[in-house]
């Protein structure tokens, strides 16, 4: 079973400029999440997508920060425009089910990470 | 607002050794806990834990939720090398089915 794809795996950009971030979660996974890792603490929730309805969106910066997950399978999340704080490794998540009667569903795999540097 | 708290913050020891990580939590309408270790940048699975006392193993690995008492603990025994990681504690709950909240991780460095 292939795990969760993320793409590109480190990206190095100038403050103010936009980047975008791609992740394609494992086959069948009807829940998908975004995650922002700072340094030396653990992953914060951005944004949980229910097939391509948002779920929780409570601590997405929306004035910089936009995701989306039109037809339900791979998910895009931008910066426009990035902060210095913005850097990080974002990680991207997928699961079978956000919560059923089968709680082993809601178990989250993770892709790889994209490292962000903003200079 | 949901909290997770980790301790010791990291932890040295050698090759052989037991260690144990600690993870404490306050999150409203709690549904389960889990294990991740993280090496380089994926997190990986290790345990989910809903119900109190019931311990969970895998190989020299284990893990036990109190739910009164509202933490977890994870043992590694005989402790390798290859042990060397970040291991993260999450846990779900709060309004959102699915939303997990992590804790600061404990960084783990195994000796020869």
């Known amino acids: 079973e292939a795990g969760v794809a993320q793409s590109p795996r480190y990206k190095i950009i100038e403050k103010r400029q936009s980047v975008a971030f791609w992740c394609n979660p494992i086959?069948?996974?009807?829940?998908l999440y975004w995650y922002q890792q700072i340094l030396g603490q653990g992953p914060k929730l951005l944004i949980q997508?229910?097939?391509?309805?948002?779920?929780?969106d409570s601590q997405l910066p929306k004035d910089r920060f936009s995701a989306e997950r039109l037809k339900g399978v791979d998910s895009t999340l931008k910066i426009q425009p990035a902060k210095l704080e913005d850097s990080a490794v974002y990680l991207c998540a997928s699961s079978f089910g956000s919560w059923t009667s089968n709680r082993e569903s809601n178990t989250q795999y993770f892709g790889p990470g994209t490292r962000l540097t903003v200079l | 607002e949901d909290k997770v708290v980790q301790s010791p913050l990291s932890l040295v020891v050698h090759e052989g050794d037991t260690v144990t990580l600690n993870c404490s939590y306050e999150?409203?309408?709690?549904?389960?806990l889990l294990w991740y270790k993280q090496e380089k940048k994926a997190p990986t699975f290790l345990f989910m834990l809903t119900s109190s006392g019931i311990e969970k193993k895998s190989g020299r690995l284990s893990s036990i939720l109190d739910k009164k008492e509202l933490f977890s603990i994870l043992n590694i025994t005989a402790t390798q090398t290859g042990d060397s990681a970040i291991y993260l504690c999450?846990?779900?709950?709060?309004?959102?089915?699915?939303?997990?909240?992590f804790g600061q991780g404990t960084i783990l460095t195994v000796h020869p």
């Open positions: 999150v409203t309408n709690f549904r389960s």
């Open positions: 999450a846990v779900g709950g709060g309004t959102s089915y699915g939303k997990l909240t």
């Open positions: 086959s069948g996974h009807a829940t």
């Open positions: 997508f229910q097939n391509n309805g948002v779920v929780d």
